[in-house]
């Protein structure tokens, strides 16, 4: 089972800041295998990026990914108050299981 | 616009069956191209996947829950099934039902809205 960890846990920052969130995969994943959602309380996750780099209907492009191998990396440039969620990636190249990160959640400083 | 609706019952009992219904609107499920998924949030905790069906039938299944799960593909009506056995407390969750797109094995593109689901006697 392919293990991703996601950090921090806890991102505290402020409007208009760039927030920079990790995922860490227990073993190599094919870039193109990644995505990354986000929740809102008493939401449903909304899928944000897949194929690691092709952004979801509506997405803005403040959303962008970066990464290979084991690490990937979630940048949201300019953080809208709309942007403040729990964001999780997920790997789809290994099955089974299909596996999420535990999140990282985004909260106003 | 696919939409996705899960529909069940709220409380279940330890050791009972829990069973949800995923109702599915604006395609069909019959269309190729993409699995039918059932993924669970525990309170507070982050996302496991269950498993997911192919309209065909085909199954795949999380091994952490295999021996107890069971998805089932109703094209007639356009809906999916999961059923859930040998019920705990651990299995009280939220419980979402997905569309996942068939490249690699899966990204979800979908969701329904979530049902949460208390076992307690």
């Known amino acids: 089972e392919i293990v991703l960890t996601q950090s921090p846990g806890t991102l505290s920052l402020s409007p208009g800041e760039r927030a920079t969130l990790s995922c860490r995969a227990s073993q190599s994943v094919s870039s193109s295998y990644i995505a990354w959602y986000q929740q809102k309380p008493g939401q449903a996750p909304r899928l944000l990026i897949y194929?690691?780099?092709s952004r979801a209907t509506g997405v803005p492009d403040r959303f962008s990914v970066s990464g290979s191998g084991t690490d990937f990396t979630l940048t949201i440039s300019r953080l809208e108050p709309e942007d403040f969620a729990v964001y999780y990636c997920q790997q789809y190249n290994y099955l089974p299981p299909l596996t999420f990160g535990g999140g990282t959640k985004v909260e106003i400083k | 616009q696919v939409q996705l609706q899960e529909s069940g019952p709220g409380l279940v009992k330890p050791s009972q069956t829990l069973s949800l219904t995923c109702t599915v609107s604006g395609g069909s499920i019959s269309t190729g191209g993409y699995y039918w998924s059932w993924i669970r949030q525990l309170p507070g905790k982050g996302l496991e996947w269950i498993g997911y069906?192919?309209?065909?039938?085909?199954?795949y299944y999380n091994p952490s829950l295999q021996s107890r799960v069971t998805i089932s593909v109703d094209t007639s009506n356009n809906q999916f099934s999961l059923k859930l056995t040998s019920l705990t407390a651990a299995d009280t969750a939220v419980y979402y039902c997905?569309?996942?797109?068939?490249?690699?094995?899966?990204?979800?593109?979908?969701w329904g809205q979530g049902t949460l689901v208390t076992v307690s006697s």
């Open positions: 069906i192919y309209y065909s039938g085909s199954t």
């Open positions: 997905a569309r996942a797109v068939d490249y690699g094995s899966g990204y979800f593109d979908y």
């Open positions: 194929d690691a780099s």
